[in-house]
């Protein structure tokens, strides 16, 4: 069964620094997904950034970019001139693909709660 | 990416009583998930919802507690049954999967008292 550990329950940063939460996952499969969630206060899920296990490239989406370790099983999320805005729970999540290419569930892991400064 | 209405937002209930939750999607989607947050908590899977079959539950998720409907590709409804105050939580639907990633709804926080 896959799993995903997220192994920082909080974290603070100053307004415009760079944070880097961590997300760990165990998997035997060799196709899927990765995908980093944000949840603020008003619940509502937001995704922040997705990885395709076969690209080697990192993905980046402006200020948000992920380091991939496929071997290693390591998907963490830099976050760069953090904002106000960015405080939140940060949800690291796997989805397997399915070989009919149909949808498949998330698994997510525990959740790094952002904490930024002014 | 596809759009979710769910209601309620939040409700307030009596323990041993039942509520509904439903979700909206703007478009036809094929899977829909139904995800229980429990205060403090991850996201944790109940079932995932086919149009046309029976909604299949995740272990620690039956079918008696949790009825699922799916009428057709854009609506389902989640029940929660007999309701103690353990199943406080928030309860979110999702839609979606690759390449786009998937579309939750805004949540119902249901407290039970």
């Given at each position: 069964?896959?799993?995903?550990?997220?192994?920082?329950?909080?974290?603070?940063v100053?307004?415009?620094?760079?944070v880097?939460?961590?997300?760990?996952?165990?998997?035997?499969?060799n196709?899927?997904?990765?995908f980093?969630y944000?949840?603020?206060?008003?619940?509502?899920?937001?995704?922040?950034?997705?990885?395709?296990?076969?690209?080697?490239?990192?993905?980046?989406?402006n200020r948000?970019s992920?380091?991939?370790?496929?071997?290693?099983?390591s998907?963490?999320?830099?976050?760069?001139?953090?904002?106000?805005?960015?405080?939140?729970?940060?949800f690291?999540?796997f989805?397997?693909?399915?070989?009919?290419?149909?949808?498949?569930?998330?698994?997510?892991g525990?959740?790094?709660?952002?904490?930024?400064?002014? | 990416s596809?759009?979710?209405?769910?209601?309620?937002?939040r409700?307030?209930?009596?323990?041993?009583?039942?509520?509904?939750?439903?979700?909206?999607v703007?478009?036809?989607?094929?899977?829909?998930?139904?995800?229980?947050?429990?205060?403090?908590?991850s996201?944790t899977?109940?079932?995932?919802?086919?149009?046309?079959?029976?909604?299949?539950?995740?272990?620690?998720?039956?079918?008696d507690?949790?009825?699922?409907?799916?009428?057709?590709?854009?609506?389902?409804?989640?029940?929660v049954?007999?309701m103690?105050?353990?199943?406080?939580?928030?309860?979110?639907?999702?839609?979606?999967?690759?390449?786009?990633?998937?579309?939750?709804?805004?949540?119902?926080?249901?407290?039970?008292?």
């Amino acid at each position: 069964a896959q799993t995903v550990t997220q192994s920082q329950p909080e974290m603070s940063v100053q307004e415009a620094e760079t944070v880097t939460l961590s997300c760990t996952y165990d998997t035997s499969e060799n196709n899927y997904y990765l995908f980093w969630y944000k949840q603020p206060p008003s619940r509502q899920m937001i995704l922040v950034i997705r990885q395709e296990a076969y690209k080697q490239q990192n993905a980046t989406e402006n200020r948000f970019s992920v380091n991939f370790q496929k071997a290693a099983k390591s998907f963490s999320l830099k976050i760069s001139d953090s904002q106000l805005g960015d405080t939140a729970m940060y949800f690291c999540a796997f989805m397997n693909l399915r070989g009919d290419g149909a949808t498949n569930k998330l698994i997510f892991g525990t959740g790094t709660l952002l904490a930024v400064q002014p | 990416s596809a759009v979710i209405s769910q209601k309620p937002s939040r409700d307030i209930c009596q323990r041993g009583t039942s509520l509904t939750i439903q979700c909206q999607v703007d478009s036809q989607v094929t899977m829909m998930f139904w995800y229980r947050q429990q205060p403090g908590q991850s996201l944790t899977l109940i079932a995932t919802a086919n149009q046309g079959s029976e909604a299949t539950y995740e272990s620690g998720f039956v079918i008696d507690k949790f009825p699922i409907s799916r009428p057709n590709l854009t609506f389902s409804t989640l029940t929660v049954s007999n309701m103690s105050p353990e199943d406080s939580s928030i309860y979110l639907c999702s839609v979606g999967g690759t390449p786009n990633g998937y579309t939750f709804g805004s949540g119902t926080r249901l407290t039970v008292v």
